[in-house]
């Protein structure tokens, strides 16, 4: 059995939902691929048939812009063009475009970790429904282990802090 060229947890945190699809940056999947990105959009607008709108979106200056917002730094500066983003099966399209062993080998990867990430997402769904059907027949008698447990699938944001440096108060 051949070792995974890329841990998995490097592929799944280039994974983003934009426009309410689970789709990967054409950089990260170019740094993936160990081409640059100029080759891979190349490859993608000679076959341009073989990528619909359900496969690859073409993001608009807005979304970057909050994309970049959002991250609160810059990976993209400097682009004439706008990035493309693939969905599961926009990225099982780039294998066959693209060509290559190496190309093959991290779709595979990169498809299980979308296949992961689907069934984490399914695992979550159901195990809230669970609860919520337990709490339903149980009733009162376990509302705080209920409300516990909710609030470990939904934990609370952490307080932003402030910046700077601030002395502390002094007594006079």
């Known amino acids: 059995m051949r070792q995974d060229l890329i841990p998995s947890e490097r592929i799944e945190e280039k ?14 999947l170019a740094v993936l691929y160990r081409v640059e990105t100029k080759q891979l959009k190349r490859a993608v607008k000679r076959n341009i048939a073989r990528f619909p709108d359900d496969f690859m979106i073409e993001l608009t200056p807005e979304e970057i812009e909050n994309l ?31 060509n290559s062993e190496r190309a093959i080998q991290v779709n ?22 669970k609860i919520e059907e337990m709490e339903k027949k149980y009733d009162y008698q376990f ?13 609370p944001e952490k307080p932003k802090g402030r910046f700077g440096f601030h002395p502390p108060d002094r007594e006079e």
């Open 108 to 129: 595979i990867q990169i498809m299980r970790a979308f296949t992961r990430l689907r069934e984490m997402a399914i695992a979550h769904k159901d195990l809230r429904q």
């Open 15 to 28: 994974i983003f939902l934009i426009r309410g699809k689970r789709v990967m940056f054409d950089f990260d």
């Open 143 to 155: 509302r705080v282990v209920f409300e516990a447990i909710k609030g470990l699938l939904n934990p």
């Open 68 to 98: 970049r917002c959002q991250f609160g730094t810059s990976s993209w500066g400097g682009r004439r063009y706008m990035p493309f983003v693939f969905t599961e099966q926009g990225v099982a399209m780039l294998s066959s475009v693209l």
